[in-house]
């Protein structure tokens, strides 16, 4: 497809999705997963960037932090984004599914969007042949979140640094089955490894309002077991780490987790 002919519906829902898998500053058209994506879609890396860009100067969050973007977004484009912002649940499972189509050959596999490195294809556990059209929704939403969490965060576990991608969750900080509308918001996941994840889903541990970790009563009942003071009690008091262009937590939806296990 010749790259002067103009954006489609799907294109945009497809760079909007890897819209929210970077951050500003990785809007280069030397970055590599934006070379990958167009060669996919039959666009010049330079013309995936700017559409970024463009896309960009629509986004409420980078306007607060002063930052505008290209001043080109078309009359699609904000079609498309508002689209996409106000019916999550719908658009970012499709926006997903059109993703995927150009990068996978089964619908046993999904994307991992890593920056710096490429666009890659992986393996997702079997689902069984009864699962509805609602589970498979669900599914390329986690996707979805998963990869923008997790670049986010640098592809770090956000307490230890651990910097193994494969043993990093995106953990969400409200419950997916219980908040629907935050399901998809990258502000409510966290970067974790699967040992802290665990742990903060059980409400072992927490963070505080300046984003430090707090041990609960019971986790520290165990102390001074070693493997507790190195894991847990060695981290305890620091705060999350992230690059100074990352989306932090929301604080609310923190003080709700710790409300809900009883921090002090």
């Not at 589970?135 to 997790?150: A, E, P």
């Not at 640098?154 to 908040?179: F, K, M, Q, V």
Request: charged letters at 25%.
């Amino acid at each position: 497809m010749p790259a002067t002919n103009r954006w489609t519906r799907d294109q945009l829902l497809i760079v909007l999705n890897l819209y929210h898998k970077l951050r500003f500053g990785q809007f280069d058209q030397r970055q590599a997963v934006i070379i990958d994506l167009s060669k996919r879609i039959g666009r010049t890396p330079s013309a995936v960037a700017m559409k970024l860009s463009n896309l960009a100067s629509l986004d409420p969050a980078l306007k607060l932090r002063g930052i505008e973007g290209l001043k080109g977004a078309s009359n699609l484009d904000r079609t498309v984004w508002d689209e996409f912002h106000q019916n999550p649940a719908e658009l970012v499972p499709l926006s997903q599914e059109r993703f995927d189509a150009l990068f996978v050959e089964a619908d046993s596999e999904t994307t991992e969007v890593i920056p710096g490195t490429g666009i890659r294809r992986i393996a997702r556990p079997p689902s069984g042949e009864t699962e509805t059209i609602r589970l498979t929704k669900q599914r390329r939403g986690q996707d979805y979140f998963r990869n923008i969490v997790l670049n986010n965060y640098d592809n770090r576990c956000a307490i230890t640094g651990l910097p193994i991608r494969e043993l990093l969750i995106a953990s969400h900080i409200l419950p997916w089955r219980s908040h629907e509308t935050e399901r998809l918001n990258v502000r409510n996941g966290i970067a974790l490894n699967r040992l802290h994840d665990a742990a903060f889903d059980q409400g072992l541990i927490g963070f505080d309002d300046d984003l430090r970790l707090l041990l609960s009563t019971r986790l520290k009942t165990h102390l001074p077991h070693e493997a507790v003071q190195n894991q847990f009690e060695a981290h305890e008091g620091k705060s999350l780490e992230f690059s100074d262009d990352a989306i932090p937590p929301d604080l609310s939806f923190l003080e709700r987790h710790r409300k809900r296990y009883q921090f002090s």
